[in-house]
């Protein structure tokens, strides 16, 4: 899509009652001209906070720019501070260091920062107190994320899944914490602070905890398609209907019929053999 077309649907997402928009990918800042995107997002009415998920690879040299157009928040994908295994988990030998120090200029540039780590078990579970001990007391919040079957091709399985109740336990043995009442209405991150009041963690928790019927997340594909659940295996075609000449009051209904009639409550029915074997999106294409 288009920076205009994108524009457009946010507009009408904002007048049915959106609020925050993320940026995702893929890698979004490889995008061109984005921070020309952003500040177009920031005036739109209605919308009050914009954020991004990255790898922070670029964020030294852009978070400057990207907080200047308007962004609020980025959050960056870290599963372990090991960089052997990290260049192994993400598969193109990227070390720890880059990304730190993404996360830093990030930081200096005043966008509030989080770190996402998706934990599988016998690959990096073992990391999850380093990376509770590291990142505690520090201005950035660490999320960690049950290993999720999202698209088709990542060979997930149940044995591989490691809990909320696990990373509970894991990390309350050396830093006892104690449970946050959720921000707002639809939060996907289970909220956790120390007791020692030295920062917070989160825990997003799709396998083990549903939270379908609290979903309030549409997300709009490069390619115009409206998905009403990580998990789809298919999305609303709007770039076309955009194309065709659809009005704003037009794309303003279908917005509506298309979250009016979504099913999609995959988390919910992952245990039935149909919704296992359910072809999905995957990941790099739709985002997080």
């Known amino acids: 899509m288009s920076f205009d ?7 009408q997402f904002a007048v049915v009652g959106v609020e925050k928009i993320r940026i995702t990918g893929g890698e979004p800042l490889l995008r061109k001209g984005l921070p020309e995107l952003l500040k177009r997002l920031r005036t ?5 906070d914009i954020a991004l998920t990255t790898n922070g690879v670029l964020l030294p040299r ?16 870290l599963d372990t501070l090991d960089d052997k295994l990290f260049g192994s988990i993400n598969g ?4 720890v260091q880059p990304i730190l120090k993404g996360i830093e200029a990030a930081h200096q540039a005043g966008l509030q920062v989080k770190i996402n780590m998706m934990i599988k078990k016998g690959i990096n579970d073992q990391e999850i107190l380093p990376m509770a001990r590291f990142f ?17 091709s990542n060979g997930w399985n149940w044995d591989e899944v490691v809990s909320k109740d696990h990373i509970l336990s894991v990390i309350d043995e050396e830093f006892p914490l104690e449970a946050v009442t959720g921000h707002y209405y639809g939060e996907v991150a ?9 920062g917070e963690i989160g825990i997003i928790s799709s396998i083990s905890d549903t939270f379908c019927s609290t979903c309030t997340r549409a997300r709009l594909s490069a390619d115009g398609k409206v998905y009403t659940c990580l998990f789809a295996s298919s999305g609303t075609d709007y770039k076309m209907f955009i194309r065709d000449g659809a009005s704003d009051q037009e794309i303003f209904e279908r917005i509506i019929h298309t979250w009016n009639n979504r099913k999609d409550r995959y988390s ?12 999905k ?8």
């Open 5 to 11: 077309e994108i524009e457009r649907m946010a507009t």
């Open 44 to 48: 739109i009415e209605g919308i009050k």
């Open 62 to 77: 852009l978070a400057t720019e990207l907080k200047e157009a308007g962004m609020d928040r980025v959050t960056v994908s």
């Open 92 to 95: 193109r030998g990227v070390g």
């Open 136 to 152: 505690k007391n520090t201005p950035y919040v660490l999320r960690f994320i049950e290993y999720m079957d999202v698209g088709t």
């Open 190 to 198: 289970k909220r956790f602070r120390y007791k020692d009041g030295q």
């Open 268 to 279: 919910d029915e992952r245990r039935e053999q149909s919704a296992a074997e359910r072809k």
């Open 281 to 288: 999106i995957e990941m790099s294409y739709i985002g997080g």
